[in-house]
């Protein structure tokens, strides 16, 4: 993801293709993905759960030449609204959230009253940690206990209803799954999302995938960055490049096939060639890749040996330039995703 000021988006850097080290062919269950219960120290917030089939969309807290948007100007289609970026403090693990004034609040009561009409209106608003210059480090014990207290700091002064991980630069499974565990056992509603690059999902060992399995009973959706990558491995093992059908379903199979539920399996694109430096794909991409993971139907030259109709949906960075490219994502690829099965 894009950062305020950055000016290019980060190219990743692939030191070769990771061979897939995939588990059985069986999928393992991941029971609940959130919890109903509101934890009773949390701010008051909606109840409803994340869809079925939903739609993640970023928020940008900055202007970078994309739409500036309040919330409450961010498209109705998008289900799980996750707000870019929260900030490092001077404390190992611990994060903040300063509001940035380019984007039009007079105050940060504002900000939270437009988080409440989001939730109002059946959407679930988060706080996203990382980007592209995200610097949080949590790897150890004080610093996993830093960064629960700080999410649970924040989803309880703002309201957020979770938080999404996408920290481009490694994270330490151990530390981070005993993080989030935290936020779980504070917030049993708590919606938690992933974004993580092609590379970290390449392997259920790898660190980022060994966190979402970690905490598989209550991750709410793991929307993978199909964008500013290499070609990568397939579950076939083949190589499928970037910007196609083949790329988003192959590389969707490892991730069902190395232990996610289905409902926790989702596909993130840029909103449009502007958003991201390689791998933007038409909305009628996206659908197809939709429909052949969901019901085996449009696929490529990659059919997966199984359906998965439980599918979660779709992410895009970003709900901004998604706007500057007038709402094509969240209009047709949103609709998409509220129709599957």
Request: aromatic fraction near 8%.
């Amino acid at each position: 993801m894009v950062r305020a000021g950055s000016g290019t988006v980060k190219r990743r850097l692939l030191a070769g293709l990771a061979a897939a080290v995939l588990t059985s062919a069986g999928i393992v269950a991941a029971g609940t993905a959130n919890a109903s219960q509101e934890h009773p120290a949390a701010p008051a917030a909606h109840t409803a759960a994340v869809p079925k089939h939903a739609v993640t969309g970023y928020w940008q807290n900055f202007n970078n030449g994309a739409t500036v948007q309040k919330l409450k100007d961010v498209d109705d289609a998008y289900d799980i609204i996750a707000v870019s970026f929260a900030d490092a403090t001077g404390e190992p693990g611990a994060v903040t959230f300063n509001l940035d004034p380019a984007v039009g609040y007079d105050s940060a009561d504002d900000f939270k009253a437009d988080i409440k009409a989001k939730q109002a209106a059946g959407k679930s608003v988060i706080i996203s940690v990382g980007g592209e210059k995200g610097s949080i480090s949590v790897g150890d014990d004080a610093s996993a206990k830093n960064f629960a207290d700080s999410i649970n700091k924040l989803m309880d002064e703002y309201g957020f209803d979770g938080v999404d991980i996408d920290l481009e630069n490694g994270l330490n499974s151990t530390y981070m799954t005993q993080a989030l565990k935290a936020v779980h056992a504070a917030h049993s509603d708590v919606v938690v999302t992933m974004a993580p690059q092609t590379i970290d999902m390449q392997s259920p060992q790898n660190e980022y995938f060994k966190t979402a399995l970690g905490i598989k009973d209550f991750l709410t959706v793991v929307n993978m960055q199909y964008y500013n990558s290499g070609s990568m491995n397939g579950c076939d093992g083949k190589v499928y490049a970037q910007g196609t059908v083949d790329f988003l379903t192959s590389l969707a199979c490892i991730q069902l096939a190395g232990g996610l539920d289905p409902s926790q399996v989702g596909i993130g694109v840029p909103a449009s060639s502007r958003a991201a430096g390689s791998g933007y794909v038409a909305p009628s991409v996206v659908n197809a890749a939709l429909d052949c993971l969901t019901q085996g139907s449009n696929c490529g030259s990659f059919k997966p040996s199984k359906t998965y109709p439980g599918l979660r949906g779709a992410m895009t960075w970003s709900t901004n330039w998604d706007a500057a490219n007038g709402n094509e994502f969240a209009g047709q690829v949103g609709a998409h995703v509220h129709g599957l099965p």
